[in-house]
């Protein structure tokens, strides 16, 4: 089993179910259970216990994707959900080796999740116009060890992309309708791309240059999820749930 | 960009939307559109484009993930869906180098879509205790170029795994709350698990074994996947949903 | 209890749970389980029970609004579900002695089933321009022994309604944004209205003139109807759902 | 038009959209924009406008059920919402005549609401054991003039119902399951009945009850609203939503 490191994003976790996501450094961290030093989790086996100084165990762990997005990253912009970003990897065909491009970075959690499915042979491109997002996005992916794989570009989407043939397009920006076409030239015939944007209205304007586009297998659609009480006598949703994120566009680029 | 090779399973698709998606033979496929030559797209480069033997265009591609779960792999049973599939994978932590025990293997789609994500460096354990549905499983990933990554066995659950220590357990059984007390002994402290199954008894029978067993982060959940008619001008749902597939128990394996 | 009489619309029921809906008269109706001679319904309480000349049982019964709607009613035109409406009558507060104004009138379903609610004091003015669609729900309504509630006329909206001072106002038009600031004219200071349509474009069409309007409780909503399996140790979702019927667009006329 | 009278519940509205709904009275209700002389209602004709002391606009109205269920009512028990209730009016074929029997009354509120549509020729027979609640009900069918509509029983539901040959039961209680042979025998041949409840394993136990009981048309669905935001140029759902209030199960009573 892999050991934490110094620098590593790991969970901690109480038994009362409470749990925080921390950058590994040689510091102490305050809980209502005491205090926890992080030092002794550097070269810990992932999984493995300590003790707050009150005596109460913690464990540590590596957060999944869900957690990273859900709540270590801080959402300053609204930020697609892994229920949206699970199902994108799939549909756009998002694996080892591919190369996409993205606009804009914004907190660059998809540049993020992205890395993580396009392995060392992938690359990802993603483009921002405001310097704040693409700083914040860089040193994000570094803290996740995912620097050889995104390359961060300050650079406004008027202007088109440096580079042609990829893989695969991902656009998360305010009026994509404006720029499709432009940026539809670095995407190589056969390719896929994802679109998403909040309101139908979004919606409708990228499908209307789409309709003078002649692509394949365009489709729009929304992801909701749905959870439970874990009560296994009293099984029901919860009363509340997140109503809406995005919704998606997806297709594939072919010029018969 | 890449470029086909005999064996690999593309993607064919003409300029009216039909497509298909076929292992790259020396042979000859008959559409509506005339006849296509599979044998020219050999060494072709992805996205590239032949002509029917009535002059038709058709584009060849590899198939997202996606259309290969949809589309390729036969639906002899009940199978998971992208859109759950999707999340699973980023609420589980899959990625590069996790160890994954899966069981039963079913049609191998699960086998096959983890493979994906979890690299050279990772590996899937799935088992089954229907030989016909191993040896099927097997010829899928081997299909798709995964078999380093994929170990099929034929075993029962009831007897437990052979491997200690995965990151992820996945379970996709009739009924899983007789065999979760001892396949989780093969779960890491601070693993993962996903459980689904169709059916609400079958979620409350898992719970009611959680709730002796002290587990983390324990959820329940289901996705809906909402498809629109992509008309600018008349955007709206299609009449028509998926209205179930599965629900989705997800948790994490901590002893405290 | 009630008895049935010549010229009543009741169901029919066999125990195998097929139904059927016609209007009770001195004939003969075939079925897969024999010949039902629906003269011995006359007269018969409500609830009562035949045979078929084979000797099955067969059950006579008032149809339930949402059998009218879903089984009895023929589906010319696009028509809105049960689920809809029954949020719409209590959401517009369509109760005993309200006067709806309806347009347009169309298969005459929903003027029929606000007929049911509004009393022998209440009254529906409903319009349409086609006058095949009048004649249609003239005799729906008659059918019904609603006749003395529903008033049908053959006008266009564009000229307004002959009414004034509607507690409800009712609209299933094409393009409503064009007609709205004409039509509240006969909408009563305080009284309600409701507009389906089925697109996120129209929504949006009719929200502009809303924005001009300084209305009370605009709201926008749609109503998901989900069914599930009945069998109780496996309980679970039906596979296939209705995904979309209509967008229920709602408020209050004050004018400040 | 109709006019206030002392003792109504009306509605009051500002510019703003703050609205509340109150017991016409002749008292002095303080807003944030100054104090209301309710006096001033009595008597004016409905959707009629007076001045706050501060000389803002406020508009009295009839509230529809919807309002009346949401904001009048309050909420002291887990109350089935106006999207459940509309639907359960039309599948159950509530309409004027009817004789309803109900367990439990619980707030009254599904008691008011049906008393609304039965006319003053029907009947609803509400029982409950709990003395506090059925006071409580007593007061508010009172409160909207129904008293003659709603008959309020403290009695416990394991001694079955005094009347017979409902032409509608409804339930609304903890253990259904126990309790339904018995109380079936008050619902005439032909008649709907209509059950909800909070979870899927109290589902999954009335449905094996009438697995034993050779019903007819027994459904099982769930009724979910989702609102969206009325800005024409950016339309989308809430982000957050109403995710569970009920399951609904439906029939109807024949014994083949």
Redesign the interface.
Known sequence: ?KKFKEGDVIGI?L?D?R?WFVKLEKRTFGTHKGNINLTEFIDKE????IQTNLGH?V?????????I?LYYIKRNTQIAY??D?????????I??GVKIIECGTGTGVTSL?FS??V?ASGKIYTYDNRKEFTEKAQKLVEEFGMKERVVCKIADIKDGFDEK?ADILFLDIKEPQFYIEKVFFSL?????FGIIV????Q??????V??TM?L??????????????????????????????V?IITG?N?V?
């Not at 190589?188 to 896929?192: D, E, I, N, R, V």
């Open positions: 089993m976790s038994k179910g749990k992932e999984g493995g216990k165990s464990y540590g762990f590596y957060p999944s994707l869900e957690e997005i892994p229920k970003l699970g199902y994108i990897i799939l549909k756009l065909g694996k080892e999740v993580y499915f392995g043939d190589k015939p056969g390719g896929t909040p309101t139908t209205n919606v409708s304007d990228v499908l209307k789409f309709e002649e394949s297998d365009v489709e729009v659609s929304e992801i909701l999820l749905r959870k439970y009480k874990t009560n296994s006598a009293r099984l029901r949703p919860y009363d509340i749930m997140v109503g809406h994120t919704y594939r072919f018969f």
